[in-house]
């Protein structure tokens, strides 16, 4: 059995890749994939997700001209799994605690959740985009997604034809200071 990477070697290799081989992704990745993103958390556990998985190949070929229809992120075409990520209602208190607070609790766990899937899907050799410009209203379509709701997040799946490339981020300086800002 292959070695498992330590947490701080798969933050490293979770990139945002681009360009993907044929290779067909197993559904039981997937599958693991989206148990992981199950697990992550949320503010007052409300769980505000929803993931679509796209691999029917006409359909998949709709949605990643919708996401690339703006210009950019071509490479949609190329990903074998393309997975929608739906934000679903929240529960009456946390969308209470989100106004009393003014923030959109919903949009950071969804952050949480793509970042929670991706890694996993790193971790079983897979390598994903987070891609969030796009044509929603499109994608909404072709899904099925009812008018209310919203898809801040896709993420395209596959197996990997490039390296892992140095990470290009500022120092830990620039992000991080003690007992002031
Ligand atoms: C919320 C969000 C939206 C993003 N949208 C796009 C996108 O539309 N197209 C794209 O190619 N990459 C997109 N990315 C990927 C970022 O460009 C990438 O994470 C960043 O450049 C750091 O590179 P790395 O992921 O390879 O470490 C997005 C990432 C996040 C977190």
Redesign the pocket.
């Known amino acids: 059995m292959a070695q498992k990477m330590a947490f701080s070697e798969l933050v490293k290799h979770?990139?945002?890749?681009?360009e993907y081989n044929d290779t067909p992704v197993e559904k039981e990745k997937l599958m693991q994939c989206i148990e992981s993103a199950r697990l992550a958390p949320s503010a007052n556990n409300a769980q505000p997700w929803k993931f679509v998985v796209i691999n029917e190949p006409t359909l998949k070929g709709r949605v990643a001209s919708a996401?690339s229809s703006m210009g950019?992120?071509k490479?949609a075409y190329k990903a074998p799994v393309i997975v929608a990520v739906v934000v679903e209602k929240r529960d009456m208190m946390s969308c209470a605690a989100g106004s009393v607070q003014d923030k959109d609790y919903s949009l950071l766990d969804i952050?949480i959740v793509?970042?929670q899937f991706c890694l996993q899907a790193t971790d079983i050799g897979l390598s994903t985009?987070?891609?969030?410009?796009?044509n929603e209203k499109e994608v909404k379509n072709l899904l099925n997604v009812p008018k209310g709701k919203r898809v801040?997040?896709?993420i395209t799946v596959g197996y990997s034809d490039v390296p892992v490339?140095e990470?290009?981020?500022k120092s830990i300086d620039e992000i991080s200071s003690w007992n002031k800002y």
């Not at 979770?14 to 681009?18: A, K």
């Not at 985009?129 to 796009?134: H, R």
């Open positions: 979770r990139q945002s890749v681009r996401i950019m992120n490479h952050g793509a970042n985009c987070i891609v969030g410009w796009f801040p997040l896709i490339r990470k290009n981020r």
